[in-house]
């Protein structure tokens, strides 16, 4: 049974809780909160046994050995770096890092520590639909480029029209639409395609100096991945993977629920399942076979790929805020 500390209280974290729950592969036993009443209150909710509000101290308990980090995305290099030099495993919510110098230190520190595993969560690469996609888009003759999208209003934008700057908006704790939704476009691309040889973002800035919203472009030699991405606005458009006459189409690109194969002749065949369950399971499930079996020789191909997408990933992401000329507060140009 592995043992879960959480740091983070928010939505997401009891999503991934129930999640990990109802694999019966885990034992939340652990929980941070800045506040030690957030922390007893959310570890009462789910049955976890210690509640801290002082970091270090944290990570000094031996009541866990795998964390799941869902705090703000500006500390979670900090508390990776605790993570990884206490030997626990750690469950990094994407985007894991804000740049390629924290991956890159996180990567060393790693490498120096080998018996710590490092996932980034992304959710949409390891669900049974997304692997649906793999597996056509192989079969396709030839692939002639993809559009995915995934836009949801976000109430905390409700908060900026009236004067506020909440976390997700912030460049001080590196927020806006690309560091959120996103990075599951991106995911999907990289995942798909590879990593593209030049990439472009042209966001639409909100006033609190990030983007609410924004398209990217990812060039290949013999197409491009357009990716369009909004906290400020929803959409209910499809995500699509173009062949010649015949495509894949996805209902969005974050939570790939539905999937349908159009042949030449628009006949619809359906994709994967509509499970309709917790998006978090399928995660949980893979980061726990690797946790449990790292000598597993699949595993290990497993837990290597994974790794490097994240590598991918992250650069992707620097590399469009470089583009667009987006810098979060102690970043310089």
């Known amino acids: 049974m592995i043992k879960l500390g959480t740091i983070g209280t928010n939505w997401i974290t009891q999503q ?19 506040h ?8 009462d909710k789910n049955g976890a046994a210690d509640s801290f509000d002082d970091l270090k101290a944290f990570f ?29 495993n750690l469950i990094v919510e994407k985007p894991a890092f804000m740049n390629q110098k924290e991956m890159a230190e996180i990567q060393r520190l790693l490498d120096q520590h080998p018996d710590v595993l490092y996932f980034e969560a992304a959710r949409n690469i390891h ?25 949801k209003y976000s109430s905390r934008y409700d908060k900026v029209l009236n004067g506020e700057t909440p976390n997700v908006f912030s460049p001080k704790f590196g927020g806006g639409a ?8 991106v995911y999907d691309a990289v995942t798909l395609f590879g990593m593209p040889e030049e990439v472009a ?3 639409q ?33 499809t995500s699509e993977i173009y062949g010649l006459k015949d495509l894949i189409e996805i209902d969005d690109a974050g939570e790939i629920q539905h999937v349908d194969y159009l042949d030449q002749d628009g006949t619809r065949h359906p994709l994967g399942t509509d499970s309709g369950q917790n998006p978090m399971i399928p995660e949980a499930n893979d980061f726990a076979r690797i946790i449990n079996d790292p000598a597993n020789d699949q595993n290990q191909k497993d837990y290597a790929y994974w790794r ?26």
């Open 308 to 333: 490097q997408l994240s590598v991918y990933v992250n650069k992707i992401l620097f590399n469009l805020r470089q583009d667009a000329h987006i810098f979060f507060v102690g970043e310089t140009e």
């Open 60 to 88: 000094a308990s031996d009541t866990f050995d795998t964390v799941y980090i869902a705090s703000p995305n500006s500390v979670h290099f900090e508390q990776a770096k605790l993570a990884i030099e206490h030997g626990k």
């Open 36 to 43: 030690i009443e957030t922390a007893e209150q959310f570890a």
């Open 178 to 185: 690309l560091q959120d939704l996103g990075v599951y476009t």
């Open 205 to 237: 800035l909100i006033r609190t100096g990030v983007d609410g919203k924004g398209t990217a472009i990812l060039s290949y030699p013999e197409y491009t991945v357009t990716l369009n991405f909004s906290k400020i606005s929803n959409s209910h458009m």
């Open 201 to 203: 973002y042209y966001p």
């Open 127 to 151: 669900t049974p639909n997304f692997l649906s996609i793999q597996k056509k888009l192989g079969e396709l003759k030839t692939v002639a480029g993809a559009e995915f999208t995934y836009s």
């Open 16 to 34: 991934f809780v129930d999640a990990v729950k109802s694999t019966g592969l885990y034992d939340v036993t652990t929980v941070y909160s800045r």
